[in-house]
């Protein structure tokens, strides 16, 4: 393997070279951090020749002639302009962040927009856009920012989990600077596991997913975390009615090494102390994000991350408590040969685990769980020309998971464990030529999954094309098409169709296949020239094998072999969604709006035809606006609506053992009410010499509706209807302040 | 375990925030569904058959009278049970029960005949319950019992029950394995927004009743009160595809009766 690597290192060297004509600039764009800088333009100054930064901020530019200006644009940054004299390789362009214009209520999305990317179904996330989102109890969200873009839906109120494109939240991969997350969120989902602070980019990928990421049946999450900035000391605090965070970056050795920290943690149990009955209970969670940036040469830069959350939960003396989180580290070298080729290397180790016990009088049982990673994987980018850039991959994933230990008061244990293998490779290649009206991004992915377990030992293997085409009708307008088919080995199973810290994951092996989907989508783009408006119209097609559902009366306690409790089954989905949205100007923000239908086909329930999966909503509409109200406030709102989630209600009752039992006819075969809520947000914001502070001020749920969480059927033979429903909802009006300072 | 924590836990935190209203749903009708409802112990063997009801019905169902009603012993010797009214069947004399032996009720209604079998399990013994503060929630005590005679490794599969005043107050089932405590929780009166009917109060009579079941009665009253929703089928209907609901009981039990007194708060 060392000599295929060496072979083909020196292979794609001389090949580029060979093909390389003349004059080609390329190199990796930074902000003062050392972090790299996604999606810049990069123009050739005076022509209408220009590039755009990939996802690591490596750009690779063909020129014209010599001595050339070339200018790095980004909303966010300011604009910087670099003469080369020669043709150059490797160099680092640095940019400098734009206070000014970060504070504006002006927010374009900062990288490419759906018009520039040739991929489809893909959505960029910028911190800086984020921060002017309303969000619960103040704190900005990720997870729940991109809840608000079209063919998204959130599971719930409160809930971290979120679904694409008809698939459920385990189908969905949330990864970390490549480390993978699971169940992203904290209080049972009222927070997600990520601090805004700590974050740079995300990219969420629904429709055509590139062939360099796997295991996700649904979609793609990837995120990437802040560097420490390698000139000067930043650091910001915020404190809010719930929790506080602060973050803190700067050189270790100037231009050489950097440091980032980051931690947050809630006090919502303060509020708990001063009623007797409460007061012992214990609810809280922290996390902590911080990472080491080594640049050794002007050719490589190293990152280290770690990042742990934790969520403690216990009713008092640890008579009954639970808690659960992610920790996860990485490792990673980026480093660049020649001119167009660049290595990375990664070593990845992430967790998830749950643990709750209970300590009463002579009982004491305790349940726990743990899914692990550990990761080795080599990414190779090549770009053999300023209009084509391949990339090629391995990567090794060692799993280890206890899907659960149950340990009763009477000595009994039961115990679920196994462990996989995976080996994964891919080629991509993205071309677009200079004059060319077609782009292509096409590539391949090959997966080997071994279960490792003896009596589960099976071996999977899958090829995934991935394929994106865009196809430009005019400098305006553009038409695009893809095509993926993706597998997942590691699953979670969900209790009640939504995501909590109790979710057992099983992974395929004997008995249990592999998800896999396969997924078509076509897209329209259009945006005015100077890019203020732009709108986007996708429509899809997905078909999932092996989805997997409960059996009648089984759920996720009911035995510590989940083979046991479920069935296996179809899939399909399919659906429009449609984005409208501003870009400039004093007002900005988007409407979206999706109609969608998600079916499931498992034989066993419902007398084996298709039905209404449990995540199926007809319709999801959010409107976002942000208003720049002047004089350093900025006012924002948003508004969603989601048709009522797909519910399995009784069709009958009858009297068994003197009580009332229900008789479920169909699965999913009602709707829940629709949900709907208003937020909005007020920011001021007030440059000082030394710092700047900004107050935050919010009410989530603006005119208190009232939205499903729980349904729930009473007999009441008084009544008239014979049948008493009722409806649990969770939050009502929360208003939210912050201050935040950042120096 | 893991889910009765987990909820508990969850009803909790949601508590401290949440609302509850009621609504108004549309439910579909259906066809009525046969329900079977066998016990069969020393001192009680019946059988009542109803159907289901709509939603909106308020109305509980009638006891309905069917073409046959049999109990088959582990030799083959058929008893046929009598109608007597409102659905229940009894037979005209006691049928010999052994521990061990496994029993059929086979139904005939409306052309199709139900079968379903059940083992008799042998009776366990158990302390005399008393009740304890768990210290869980202020508004919880504990009625708490052990068994006293299960060797230590075996395993048996306990239906609990607690009538207040004559009136099934609590019903769970749950595995037994060797000599073990068993705490159940039940509410008192509190300042906690409670179900009024759950409530106990001094000087209620309690009586409790743990009667050993097998694997299958067991597992169907399991997943009914897990998900509250529909067990895999007990019976088995000699045509395909036809519905029926409820179990057959073989059962031995052991029942305590005690007075209930609030004890003080630790």
Not at chain 1, 590 to 601: C, F, M, P
């Amino acid at each position: 393997m060392k000599k295929f690597f060496a072979l083909l290192i020196i292979f794609l060297t001389t090949t580029c070279g060979g093909e390389v004509s003349a004059n080609v600039i390329s190199g990796t764009i930074t902000d003062r951090r050392g972090g790299t800088i996604p999606f810049v333009s990069v123009a050739e100054k005076g022509t209408t020749n220009g590039t755009i930064s990939d996802a690591d901020g490596r750009f690779n530019i063909a020129v014209r002639r010599l001595p050339v200006t070339l200018s790095f644009n980004c909303v966010g940054f300011n604009t910087v302009e670099r003469t080369l004299a020669n043709e150059e390789d490797g160099i680092t362009v640095q940019m400098a962040e734009d206070a000014e214009q970060l504070d504006e209520v002006q927010v374009v999305a900062r990288g490419r927009s759906r018009a520039d990317n040739v991929i489809i179904g893909v959505e960029n996330i910028q911190m800086a856009e984020m921060a002017k989102v309303p969000a619960l109890m103040g704190e900005r969200d990720v997870i729940k920012s991109i809840q608000l873009l079209p063919g998204i839906k959130s599971e719930g109120d409160g809930s971290c989990g979120f679904q694409v494109r008809g698939g459920t939240a385990v189908q969905n991969l949330v990864l970390l600077d490549n480390a993978t997350i699971y169940n992203a969120g904290h209080l049972m989902g009222v927070f997600s596991t990520f601090n805004d602070d700590a974050l740079t980019n995300a990219s969420l990928y629904k429709g055509a997913i590139p062939a360099q990421f796997g295991d996700a049946a649904s979609s793609v999450f990837d995120i990437k975390t802040r560097s420490g900035d390698m000139q000067e000391y930043y650091g910001n605090v915020s404190i809010g009615l719930l929790s506080s965070k602060f973050a803190i970056d700067g050189p270790i050795v100037k231009d050489k090494a950097s440091f980032f920290l980051a931690a947050r943690r809630t006090y919502f149990e303060i509020f708990l102390k001063p009623t007797k009955k409460y007061r012992d209970k214990v609810m809280n969670f922290y996390d902590i994000n911080t990472k080491v940036t080594l640049r050794p040469s002007q050719r490589g830069i190293m990152n280290v991350m770690f990042f742990r959350g934790r969520d403690n939960m216990d009713m008092g003396n640890h008579i009954a408590e639970m808690h659960w989180g992610n920790t996860a580290a990485t490792a990673d070298y980026l480093h660049s040969i020649g001119q167009c080729l660049t290595l990375k290397t990664s070593l990845i180790y992430s967790q998830y685990d749950f643990i709750e016990s209970m300590d009463v009088l002579k009982v004491k049982e305790s349940f726990d769980s743990y899914l692990r990673h550990h990761t080795v994987r080599e990414d190779v980018t090549i770009t053999p020309s300023a209009n084509q850039k391949i990339a090629i991959g391995l990567q090794y994933d060692h799993i280890n998971l206890k899907s659960g230990e149950m340990k009763m008061s009477n000595g009994l244990v039961e115990r679920e464990m196994r462990r996989g293998d995976e080996l994964s490779f891919w080629v991509a290649d993205e071309w677009s030529p200079a004059d060319g009206d077609v782009e292509l991004s096409a590539g391949v992915r090959g997966v080997i999954f071994k279960a490792l377990d003896n009596d589960r030992r099976k071996q999977f293997t899958s090829v995934e094309p991935r394929f994106s085409l865009k196809w430009r009708l005019n400098d305006d307008q553009s038409l695009k098409a893809g095509y993926c088919r993706s597998s997942q080995h590691v699953q979670t199973i969900l209790d009640n169709g939504l995501s909590s810290p109790i979710g057992r994951a099983v992974m395929a092996g004997k008995g249990i296949s592999p998800m896999q989907s396969d997924q078509v989508s076509l897209g329209y783009v259009a945006e005015t020239s100077d890019k203020k408006y732009e709108f986007s119209a996708e429509t899809y097609y997905k078909k999932i094998a092996n989805v997997y559902d409960y059996k009648d009366g089984k759920h996720l306690g009911a035995d510590i072999a989940l083979e046991t409790l479920i069935l296996n089954g179809r899939g399909r989905s399919y659906g429009v969604e449609m984005l409208a949205k501003r870009n400039m100007g004093r007002l900005t923000g988007w409407v979206s709006y999706t109609l969608s239908w998600v079916e499931n086909k498992v034989k066993g329930i419902n007398g084996g035809r298709w039905y209404t999966a449990p995540n199926d909503r007809r319709h999801d509409i959010s409107i976002v606006a942000m208003y720049d109200l002047g004089n350093d406030w900025d006012l924002s709102a948003t508004w969603v609506f989601t048709s009522g989630q797909a519910l399995t209600a009784p069709s009958a009752k009858y009297e068994l053992d003197e009580w009332t039992h229900y008789y479920y006819a169909e699965r999913n075969g009602y709707r829940a009410p629709a949900y709907h809520r208003m937020d909005i947000g007020l920011n001021n914001t007030k440059e000082r010499t030394h710092y700047t502070r900004i107050w935050s001020f919010g009410i989530y749920n603006l005119y208190n509706h009232y939205n499903p969480y729980i349904i729930t059927f009473e007999n009441d033979d008084e009544k008239v209807t014979g049948t008493r429903t009722e409806q649990v909802s969770l939050f009502g009006i929360i208003p939210s302040a912050s201050l935040t300072v950042k120096f | 375990m893991k889910n009765f924590l987990y909820f508990s836990i969850l009803a909790w935190a949601t508590s401290l925030i949440s609302c509850t209203k009621e609504i108004e749903l549309d439910y579909h009708d259906i066809e009525p569904v046969p329900v079977i409802e066998g016990l069969l112990s020393a001192d009680r063997t019946e059988v009542r058959i109803t159907r289901t009801r709509n939603m909106d019905d308020s109305v509980k169902s009638a006891g309905i009278e069917v073409d046959r009603v049999e109990i088959i012993s582990a030799n083959g010797l058929a008893t046929t049970l009598n109608y007597q009214s409102d659905g229940f069947y009894r037979p005209a004399s006691a049928i010999t029960l052994n521990d061990g032996e496994t029993y059929t009720l086979r139904v005939t209604m409306d052309g199709v005949t139900y079968t379903g079998e059940s083992t008799l399990q042998p009776a366990i013994q158990i302390t005399e319950p008393e009740f304890l503060w768990a210290n869980l929630m202020d508004w919880m005590q504990v009625m708490e019992f052990e068994t006293i005679n299960v060797a230590d490794d075996a395993e048996v599969y306990g239906w609990i029950r607690i009538y207040r005043n004559r009136e099934l107050y609590f019903a769970d089932v749950g595995r037994i394995k060797g000599n073990s405590p068993i705490d159940i929780g039940l509410y008192y009166d509190s300042d906690m927004e409670l179900d009024e009917e759950m409530i106990l109060y001094n000087g209620d009579t309690l009586a409790l009743e743990v009667r050993t079941i097998d694997l299958d009665v067991y597992n169907y009253l399991a997943e009914y009160n897990s998900t509250k929703m529909n067990p895999e089928q007990f019976f088995t209907p000699s045509v395909e595809g036809k519905v029926c609901l409820g179990y057959f009981a073989a059962y031995s039990s052991v029942s305590h009766e005690i007075i209930y007194r609030k004890t003080p708060h630790e």
